[in-house]
């Protein structure tokens, strides 16, 4: 089992920066994916950055070039680096994590919600203009 605590979110001006953070314990299966998704109001839950254990990253067209995702792994902590932050940016973040065995195949980009099973608490990122 595998639980993770996220940080870092909280009010910010249109432009400003903010910083995610995201602990992982217990059980971490050294292959892994990690996505950040995000929630606003009435809206469907979508992702906005991954990474993976080797490192490699993917990001939604509307944050390409502003978030940035990184990862500590001797500290088992994820990150989202958010730039340029913009009133459309606000929501509700989530950090999810997803073990990739030998052999599983890697959900495609974008994941999906339904592909992780591990989840963050989700922290309110609220942007003003």
């Known amino acids: 089992q595998v639980q993770l605590v996220e940080s870092g979110g909280g009010p910010a001006q249109t432009g400003g920066s903010l910083t995610l953070s995201c602990a992982a314990s217990?059980?971490?299966?050294?292959?892994?994916?990690m996505a950040w998704f995000r929630q606003a109001t009435g809206k469907d839950r979508e992702a906005v950055a991954s990474i993976r254990h080797t490192g490699l990253t993917n990001y939604s067209d509307s944050v390409m070039g502003r978030f940035t995702a990184s990862q500590d792994r001797a500290k088992n902590t994820f990150y989202l680096r958010m730039n340029s932050l913009k009133p459309e940016d606000t929501a509700t973040y989530y950090c999810a994590f997803k073990a990739i065995p030998e052999d599983y195949p890697w959900p495609r980009w974008p994941p999906r919600p339904l592909d992780f099973r591990t989840w963050g608490q989700g922290t309110q990122v609220t942007v003003s203009s």
């Open positions: 217990g059980d971490i299966y050294p292959v892994y994916l």
